[in-house]
């Protein structure tokens, strides 16, 4: 039997502080778009409820512990499951807007 997943790694480094009013808007809606991500067609699995997981798992902090640099891992039936959830779900709608605050 030969399975073929996506693994997505998402890092990043935040202009500002988690607690900092100006990305309060992103970790808002967090949850939600969590949620969206493991209802849509296509997702299989993500690491953990916090954006810092990956590296806690992986045994040291993300840049040497900055609170501003967060992470995402999930893993996707295909590609195409993953670049329908990233371009044309909730999430997209935070993603064009990521300058914001990355």
């Known amino acids: 039997m030969n399975v073929e997943h996506v693994g997505m790694l ?7 502080p988690p607690g900092d ?4 808007e992103f970790f808002d809606a967090v949850d939600r778009v969590y949620a969206v991500a ?10 953990g409820t916090s954006e810092n997981d990956a590296a806690a798992a992986a045994g040291r902090p993300l840049l040497d512990g900055d609170p501003r640099a967060i992470s995402s891992f ?4 295909s590609a195409e499951d993953l670049e329908h959830f990233v371009y044309h779900t909730l999430h997209g709608s935070f993603y064009r807007r990521r300058a914001e605050w990355f």
């Open 10 to 16: 998402s890092l990043g480094m935040l202009r500002h």
């Open 21 to 24: 009013a100006r990305v309060a």
């Open 38 to 47: 493991e209802r849509s067609d296509g997702f299989i699995w993500r690491l």
């Open 74 to 77: 999930s893993v996707w039936r």
